[in-house]
């Protein structure tokens, strides 16, 4: 029985065939490079038991680890290979006994050619249509010049083109890592590679650096290794995912917050909230959400500075009984590792959220966990961006917050992203009447009018509750306010 094959050989790894457009065309020869670590053995199997699983046969050829360690490998990950062929390739024994080694030719050119012919018995034997080869590093020692390394693998590649398998070659550029023989050779070229933060767990990424005739997803994609496999994360790319939706201004649930906001939050846009260390962000963009929640609307609230239970028992002390949306299925509260979780991996949980779970409402507490968890990325503003881009292509609201450096006086943020949101919130504290007391503005908003005046709010059991502009202060956006003039009324005045 004939089975019918796709152009495309799919790896079955989660992303990978996303940023391969597909997959890897058959009967081709590709490349997959990396340093020792960073998971190319994990990818290899995984393509070979995707292919078992279609009914394709598999055939794993190891220069550089046993059979033993290979299927231990595998059972790390539950895996059985039981579908593949491992086939464990050896010197032979006359080549390790110095008794038998020859003195007028080099052994080289002897190991060469035994090994070569040693691979391809075994495909004769077994008619693989997926084929790994583990690893060049030992071929090219072998080889021991690029010019017969390169017709080795000239010669590997003409002999798999006609048989029509497609195969995966490995490298662990443990030899010369400047050697580029096999990129110009191979019809595709996969590079892994693992970071090192100075704290936290490794990060590993992929990028594509070659691939023949096919239009790839270009740059690097950050990509995790769990039990069960690897997984790709795909760079976000916003512009492919528009998304047809009517822009509406809804409500927050408090009509001076209402009127502060000239009428509302549009659906589709940014909102940025501002200010320092314990003015309420949090909680501001809780009510935020909970409103949303009360609308109908699906929330997901991602926390990275705050422990779940306290954020739990906090939002009671507004009215606001979060446990019970959660298991409700109406709110989605995921307390995010900045320590532990790669940007990309972040972008595809929001992904999931607003595309699987229909998630109109999502808020990112705060932009410094998120910039914590990519130390050293000097891309941390494109990320947030197309994220933004994303999420106002779907029809979602955003919500973000960032702790500015400082309580008082001149307050710096770690990332000014002010410029990407299209609503700006900023809170302040302020001293009057011997109390710490806190003021709240909008200072943009891109979508229509809004109130250019600063009141005093303050966040309770009733939720917030704002005052009377403060005309008679002068200096409270800076953090050290004067009082010209009269008092203003005051919310510490009113009865509570």
Not at 255 to 262: E, K, N, R, S
């Amino acid at each position: 029985m004939t089975i019918a094959m796709s152009e495309q050989a799919e790896t079955g790894i989660v992303g990978l065939d996303d940023v391969l457009a597909g997959g890897l065309s058959r009967g081709r020869v590709f490349l997959l490079e990396g340093s020792p670590g960073t998971g190319k053995t994990t990818v290899a199997l995984q393509f070979l038991r995707t292919g078992a699983a279609a009914g394709e046969r598999g055939l794993y050829i190891t220069l550089s680890e046993t059979d033993d360690e290979l299927r231990a490998s595998a059972a790390s990950h539950g895996w059985d290979l039981a579908d593949i062929e491992v086939f464990e390739l050896v010197p032979p024994e006359s080549l390790l006994d110095d008794e038998q080694q020859q003195s007028l030719l080099y052994s080289s050119d002897l190991e060469l050619g035994e090994t070569t012919r040693r691979i391809f018995d075994a495909f004769e034997k077994h008619r693989p249509d997926r084929v790994v080869l583990d690893s060049l590093s030992e071929i090219r020692l072998l080889a021991q010049s690029s010019l017969r390394y390169r017709r080795q693998i000239l010669a590997m590649k003409h002999y798999f083109a006609r048989q029509n398998s497609t195969v995966l070659m490995l490298d662990d550029l443990t030899a010369e890592q400047h050697d580029k023989t096999v990129h110009s050779v191979a019809h595709g070229v996969v590079r892994l590679e693992e970071l090192a933060p100075d704290y936290g767990a490794e990060r590993r990424r992929m990028r594509v650096i070659k691939y023949r005739g096919r239009r790839f997803r270009g740059g690097y994609h950050d990509f995790a290794i769990q039990t069960g496999g690897a997984q790709v994360f795909p760079r976000l790319v916003s512009a492919e995912h528009r998304k047809d939706f009517r822009r509406v201004a809804q409500q927050t649930g408090n009509p001076a917050m209402d009127a502060l906001l000239g009428g509302g939050v549009e659906s589709g846009s940014s909102t940025l909230v501002l200010g320092p260390a314990g003015t309420g962000k949090s909680l501001m963009t809780l009510t935020f959400a909970a409103e949303a929640v009360r609308r109908g609307e699906r929330a997901a609230f991602f926390m990275f500075d705050e422990e779940l239970g306290l954020f739990f028992d906090r939002a009671l002390g507004l009215g606001i009984d979060v446990r019970a949306m959660v298991e409700a299925g109406d709110m989605i509260v995921e307390q995010v590792d900045a320590a532990e979780l790669a940007p990309g991996e972040f972008a595809e949980r929001v992904r999931e959220c607003v595309e699987a779970k229909d998630v109109g409402t999502v808020v990112i507490d705060s932009l410094n966990g998120y910039q914590a968890a990519m130390p050293g990325e000097r891309a941390l503003v494109l990320h947030i961006h197309e994220l933004l881009q994303y999420l106002n292509r779907r029809g979602a609201t955003t919500f973000l917050t960032v702790a500015q450096h400082g309580l008082v006086g001149d307050m710096q943020s770690p990332v000014d992203v002010t410029y990407l949101a299209d609503t700006v919130i900023l809170l302040r504290y302020f001293e009057a009447r011997g109390r710490v007391r806190r003021a709240v503005s909008v200072v943009k908003k891109r979508t229509g009018a809004h109130e250019d005046t600063i009141r005093e709010y303050r966040i309770g059991a009733d939720g917030i509750r704002l005052g009377e502009p403060l005309q008679n202060f002068q200096g409270v956006l800076r953090g050290v306010p004067e009082l010209m003039g009269e008092d203003t009324p005051l919310l510490a005045d009113e009865p509570v």
